[in-house]
């Protein structure tokens, strides 16, 4: 019996400190970098609390498994499409909480982002603009 009671008061001590995220998941039994890779697509944008997502633009975010990264913005723009592409590196910082992005030709990251929620069909990350204090708020689901 206490055998028993050992191991279930282990495994809820295990369970219960799982949540890496805020916004979870609790817990998975893929990695966070399983979770991670993919090809994404944004589907809400928010700045600051508020609602700045736009359906004329399209946003995709391919995160591969070795390390790299590509993301484009494309949007209509007077009929012509338009758009905007970037790649690189990527790589978790602090304890896996934080994303880095690093542009082909920087040493330093272009992008830091803080990872709300990572699941297999979601994918929740904020940028803070310490410049202008705002608070740049992604979420992403597989294409």
């Not at 736009?54 to 498994?65: A, E, G, Q």
């Not at 896996?96 to 690093?102: G, I, K, V």
Request: negative net charge.
């Amino acid at each position: 019996m206490r055998i028993v009671l050992a191991a279930l008061f282990i495994s809820t001590l295990l369970f219960s400190s799982c949540n890496k995220y805020s916004e979870g998941p609790n817990y998975s039994m893929l990695t966070r970098k399983a979770r991670l890779c993919n090809d994404w697509e944004l589907k809400a944008y928010s700045v600051s609390g508020n609602n700045a997502y736009d359906v004329d633009y399209t946003t995709k975010l391919s995160i591969d498994k070795d390390g790299t990264y590509s993301m484009s913005k494309t949007y209509n723009a007077l009929g012509q499409i338009q758009g905007t592409y970037s790649n690189g590196r990527w790589e978790f910082a602090e304890k896996d909480e934080t994303l880095y992005f690093y542009e082909d030709t920087t040493s330093k990251p272009t992008h830091e982002y803080s990872i709300k929620e990572l699941r297999n069909k979601e994918l929740v990350i904020v940028e803070d603009i310490f410049q202008t204090g705002e608070s740049h708020r992604y979420t992403y689901q597989p294409q």
